[in-house]
């Protein structure tokens, strides 16, 4: 394999320094599925933690070299799931926390982030303009500034996922995996090309999000000036360079799918699965669902990523009813 910014014995290392809490999540094949999809699903759940996605396995490696190095204090800007991730592993190591976001992201990741004693900033914009505002605070303060998928370790401790893909029986045939960023893609790839040789790695990402995999397509950055999506996890318009070189040498493929498949996929893992999840989480059966032909027959993992979902919204877009006392 070619070279990569990742390397697998320091995501072996990185697993020794992250909380069992967030390591060996459940594998299982979901067979209630199967018939809607028409291909063997297994379903690799990320949300079963206390930031309920597979962020902190990526700060809880950053959080722990900043305790080790005396470090006190760092910043990140987030859509949510990040922010939150940061703030708990922060917490537990004495580290000062503050969450830059968009002050039009998911309220519910907001409030957890304030829960979990960050302190948080919001901008106007989106999240690229969380982004910016983050450095600045990086530079004036000069404090350690996490840069999700940047930084080696976000990539390296989702990575830490593809390791417990790879010892699993019986292997699989193709990973779909939410792209955003890239930490979660590049890392599950870099060990799935590894490790798990003749696995194909297909990257999913929103027809209203779409920078990171035109980019993959076309082997350079490309942004955009808007994203359009529910899935706001994965709504970034600016790729980083070296990120895209790490994908380019780890996907096998990078696909766009609509709104509706996504909504569609939420409601599916919810009646198949009794999974609530938010949309980046969904991403997987909606590819499934936009190209059956491709996936017939053979045995795909998913990745479901994360959880934190504003709960009315979930209940409009997978079309169950509101229950209120």
């Keep these: 394999m070619q070279e990569t910014r990742l390397d697998t014995a320091r995501i072996r290392a990185a697993r020794r320094v992250i909380d069992p809490m967030f390591l060996d999540t459940p594998l299982y094949r979901c067979e209630a599925l199967e018939p809607h999809l028409g291909c063997a699903v297994s379903i690799k759940l990320e949300t079963a933690n206390p930031v309920r ?16 190095a005396g470090s006190r204090a760092v910043v990140c800007a987030s859509a949510g799931n990040l922010g939150q991730a940061l703030a708990w592993s922060g917490r537990g190591r004495g580290l000062d926390v503050t969450v830059v976001a968009s002050r039009f992201a998911t309220a519910a990741k907001l409030d957890r982030i304030r829960a979990l004693g960050a302190r948080l900033e919001l901008v106007d914009g989106d999240h690229e303009a969380a982004r910016e505002r983050a450095a600045d605070i990086a530079r004036h303060d000069g404090i350690r500034l996490v840069e999700d998928s940047l930084d080696i370790e976000t990539c390296e401790g989702a990575a830490t996922i593809g390791l417990e893909l790879a010892d699993a029986a019986p292997s699989f045939d193709a990973v779909l995996i939410a792209l955003g960023g890239g930490a979660l893609a590049t890392g599950v790839g870099h060990v799935a090309k590894d490790l798990m040789p003749g696995v194909e790695v297909i990257c999913v990402q929103p027809l209203g999000a779409p920078a990171m995999t035109r980019s993959w397509h076309r082997g350079r950055v490309v942004t955009t000036d808007s994203t359009d999506t529910i899935a706001d996890g994965v709504a970034g318009r600016r790729p980083l360079p070296a990120v895209l070189d790490d994908l380019l040498l780890v996907a096998d493929d990078a696909v766009l799918v609509r709104e509706a498949s996504i909504v569609t996929g ?21 590819a499934i669902l936009e190209d059956h032909d491709r996936f017939a027959g053979r045995h795909v993992a998913t ?4 959880s934190n979902v504003d709960m009315d919204a979930f209940h409009r877009w997978a079309g169950a009813p509101v229950h209120r006392p």
């Design 53 to 68: 996605s597979f962020k902190a396995r990526g700060t809880e490696v950053i959080a722990t070299r900043l305790a080790d």
């Design 303 to 306: 990745i479901v990523c994360g």
């Design 266 to 286: 939420m409601r599916m893992l919810l009646d198949h699965a009794g999974l609530v999840v938010e949309p980046s989480a969904a991403l997987g059966v909606a």
